[in-house]
């Protein structure tokens, strides 16, 4: 609740009345990632966008190279996907296993799929990707999996106070 002045209850208004210029003014600029004005693309049966990378000179989207079959990946996790639930900031981001690519699916104006050997049956882009370079010795088995069912056992049995 935004008030008029420090100390009274009136309620101020000012920004409940002029929101509706304001909205207006948004809608009626160009915005970079798609080239046009929102009110015009609200109408628009599809609108096509450019690239949003952060990194300068990074090709991403259709322009970017396709990986190899032989390439050795990791696939980032989606929300709850490795235990379910809540993820926590010791739960990891990348698989904790490398795979292949399977298959490679292009689409007119989409960026490519990729399906990989022995991971779970959704597609990934390429943002969703970790290639591992050659030479990479992974963690042995029992390190990568040691952690996991251990904290399931602490929070059968362990009250967290928030």
Known sequence: MLLAARGTSERSIECVTRL???????????TRLTGKKPSGAIKARSVAQ?????VLGRTIGLDEPLLLSDALV??????????????????????LTTHTVRNVVLRGGQPALY??????????????????????????????????????LLDRYCVYSI
Do not use: C, H
């Not at 509706?20 to 160009?30: L, R, S």
């Not at 450019?50 to 952060?54: A, D, H, L, R, V």
């Open 20 to 30: 509706p210029a304001v909205v207006a003014a948004f809608n009626g600029e160009v």
């Open 50 to 54: 450019k690239p949003s990378s952060t």
């Open 115 to 152: 399906y990989l050997n022995s991971a779970p049956a959704r597609g990934f882009v390429r943002e969703e990707l970790l290639i591992v370079p050659d030479g990479t010795e992974l963690p042995p088995d029992q390190v990568l999996m040691r952690a996991r069912p251990q904290r399931r």
């Open 74 to 95: 990791r696939y980032l996790y989606a929300p709850g996907e490795l235990e379910g639930g809540r993820r926590r900031a010791t739960d990891p981001m990348w698989s």
